[in-house]
């Protein structure tokens, strides 16, 4: 069953021989076609028959004696084709330089022979075309035909001498393709060792150098890899670990004031816990919806894109901060064309919108500004949102998109998911989020930035 299952070896090796079909295969078309055309315009054979007829007679004078050398010549030629089963006919004559018949050949064709002043040319005789050849001299003249081989003949010969051939190379070419295949694979049979013999939790580099270049590549590929999933649990272990301590004070908040609530002797303590546990609740539920819009950007499927006016998304989604803009006294103000047709992962837009002006507002300052910009380029569409607020120092900029990181000097809860939420969704969108200080002075500049 082992010798049934598809490998690379195999592979190569069947498409070795293959290749030698067809090289086998096209020898036979061009020998065929070789045979064939030398048939047909001058044949070789012909004229060195002539030649050496001519040869034998060169000395001779007498017509006795030159059909005696003729019938010779004759008998010789017929059983030399007779042993080597060459088809077709062959008839010749000889004539001397009076026009006499000396000598013909005993095939009726022979009397049917005409001379030419051209070398070789075609004649059909009896239904059959005949490639025939004069050579004359001073005393003689011969003149030659032979009839066209049938191209079944022709390929029956031509195979008898290729196909040995070819079977004789075929060893030849296999084995130093299987000992090139075997060593070439090799570095892969040690990668795959390498592989089985790891715990799961080993994902350091693979460690194996090849010389060749197309392995190269994979071991590189594999090392980059291994090394971003490394990266990648460590990230989301921290993430759990983070996850749960942040769940772990409101949920104790919780448990707390539901007791204290529970225990509550007076109208104003039960009042002050149900308060306390609201709070702790919407905490904790707000980190939830976090968390878990964290998790569905994260994921690798990306979410189809769809055409829509991102300039009235925009204002739709900003009409939902107007009353908590009121409560802290902050003016929002959007500069956005009437109308932008943009194909885009709609949610994945509107966390953006919805992260960075619910922290411009939070952490904005009390009868603040906070400008929301809409608009495209020849090579972006881009969206900003500028605050005057206290703004975040320069050393934490590098920083803010981290997950659960909180700047120093913050007296607003928050959970530091907001910006990580931000940074993802941008990816999401095939495009860039930065921060930059206020060209004012004073707040924060976030500027998303999706190319065509």
């Not at 790891?198 to 190269?216: C, F, H, N, Q």
């Not at 919407?282 to 919806?289: M, T």
């Amino acid at each position: 069953m082992i010798l049934l299952k598809p490998t690379l070896t195999k592979r190569v090796m069947f498409a070795v021989l293959l290749a030698m079909v067809l090289i086998w295969f096209f020898l036979m078309a061009f020998e065929y076609c070789v045979a064939r055309w030398v048939e047909q315009h001058g044949n070789p054979a012909l004229t060195e028959f002539n030649v050496q007829v001519i040869d034998a007679l060169n000395d001779t004078i007498n017509t006795a004696d030159a059909a005696m050398i003729a019938a010779s010549t004759d008998r010789m030629i017929s059983k030399g084709r007779e042993r080597a089963g060459v088809g077709g006919v062959f008839v010749f004559q000889l004539l001397d330089n009076k026009g006499h018949i000396v000598y013909r050949s005993a095939d009726s064709d022979a009397s049917l022979l005409e001379s030419s002043l051209e070398p070789q040319r075609q004649q059909v005789i009896s239904g059959k075309t005949y490639q025939v050849a004069t050579m004359k001299t001073q005393r003689w003249t011969v003149v030659s035909g032979q009839s066209l081989l049938n191209p079944v003949w022709i390929l029956k010969q031509i195979s008898s001498e290729i196909t040995l051939d070819v079977l004789v190379s075929i060893p030849v070419a296999l084995l130093p393709v299987w000992l090139a295949v075997s060593t070439g694979l090799r570095p892969l049979r040690r990668i795959s060792e390498r592989i089985a013999k790891r715990s799961a939790d080993d994902l350091s580099p693979i460690g194996v150098s090849s010389k060749y270049m197309e392995i190269k590549p994979l071991v590189t590929e594999l090392d980059d890899l291994l090394l971003k999933l490394k990266t990648t649990i460590h990230r989301e272990r921290g993430f759990v670990h983070d996850a749960a301590h942040e769940l772990r004070t409101p949920m104790a908040v919780i448990s707390v004031q539901a007791h204290a609530l529970t225990q509550a002797k007076t109208g104003h303590d039960q009042v002050e816990a149900e308060r306390s546990l609201n709070a702790a609740l919407k905490r904790a539920s707000h980190l939830v919806h976090q968390l878990l819009l964290l998790a569905r950007l994260d994921n690798p499927v990306r979410p189809e894109r769809t055409a829509v006016d991102v300039a009235q998304l925009l204002r739709r989604d900003l009409t939902a901060f107007a009353s908590l803009a009121s409560e802290n006294n902050i003016e929002l103000n959007l500069e956005a064309p009437d109308q932008l047709m943009l194909s885009i992962a709609v949610p994945a837009f509107q966390s953006v919108i919805n992260n960075l002006v619910d922290n411009a507002i939070r952490y904005g300052r009390t009868n603040g500004h906070i400008t929301i910009t809409l608009q495209r380029d020849d090579s972006a569409t881009s969206l900003t949102v500028v605050d005057d607020g206290p703004g975040i120092s320069a050393t934490d900029h590098e920083r803010v998109f981290e997950r659960f990181f909180r700047g120093s000097g913050l007296d607003v809860s928050g959970t530091g998911l907001g910006l990580a939420i931000v940074k993802q969704a941008a990816s999401v969108l095939g495009g860039t989020i930065e921060l930059t200080n206020n060209t004012a002075g004073i707040g924060c500049c976030f500027a998303l930035r999706i190319p065509h």
